[in-house]
């Protein structure tokens, strides 16, 4: 079954530091998106991309965040100067096309994460 | 801004056992559901979706159930077994407004051998 990569699967970085976290969607899935979870907390959503710009994104997605899709299969997203607080477990999930109504269309496919700890 | 709760947070039963989640959501402007399950550490795999225009998905032992007028959802588990152990987390996508997945905490279930 087709999967969502992430890599790396957990990265430690010091306080100031930038740091790219990078995600292969599913093959033929126009749709990116960032998610990150706190620990304890819920599922907060970053950002969605689609036709190489974003076309959507939270409050928690400042200037300090970016994302890019540099070549036909990778999507990044980057942490410019990384704080404390931006300690996190990152998920990168795709899909297909966006408002069709079809049986099993729509269905947001996540990675396994990157787990983030800035110290 | 849309708020999802999912009622219990923890639930612990012996195996066998069927079992109801529960999901409800401030904002019935949606455009689908979808019910996902998060193993510790591990990423979310979705279970089933639910279109606004839809009542119920089912997909093996699970059955979720969407009641868009009341903010409501439902997932069904029959025949509860260890491996079901995980948190189950509800998801919605609005239809207006933010489309991004808003999510609710999770119901953490343990299924006793």
């Not at chain 1, 899935?29 to 076309?55: A, D, P």
């Not at chain 1, 109504?101 to 947001?108: D, F």
């Amino acid at each position: 079954e087709p999967e969502v990569t992430q890599t790396p699967s957990h990265q430690v970085t010091q306080m100031g530091q930038e740091v790219i976290l990078r995600c292969v969607p599913i093959s033929n899935h126009l749709y990116f998106y960032w998610y990150r979870q706190i620990l304890g907390q819920k599922v907060e959503f970053l950002v969605s991309f689609y036709n190489n710009e974003i076309s959507e994104k939270s409050e928690i997605f400042d200037d300090q965040f970016s994302v890019e899709r540099p070549d036909g299969s990778n999507f990044t997203l980057k942490i410019r100067s990384t704080k404390l607080e931006d300690s996190a477990m990152y998920f990168c999930a795709s899909t297909t096309i966006e408002r069709h109504r079809g049986s099993g269309a729509n269905v947001l496919t996540f990675g396994a994460g990157s787990r983030l700890t800035v110290l | 801004k849309q708020e999802v709760t999912q009622i219990p947070a923890a639930l612990s039963v012996p195996e066998g056992e069927n079992l109801v989640l529960n999901c409800s959501f401030t904002d019935s402007a949606i455009y689908n559901l979808q019910w996902f399950r998060q193993d510790p550490g591990k990423g979310l795999t979705s279970l089933l979706l639910i279109q606004s225009s839809q009542r119920e998905q089912t997909s093996g032992r699970l059955n979720a159930s969407l009641d868009k007028s009341s903010g409501r959802s439902t997932l069904y588990i029959a025949a509860s077994q260890p491996g079901d152990s995980a948190t189950y987390l509800c998801a919605v996508r609005g239809n207006t407004g933010r489309r991004a997945l808003t999510f609710g905490s999770g119901t953490r279930l343990q299924v006793q051998p």
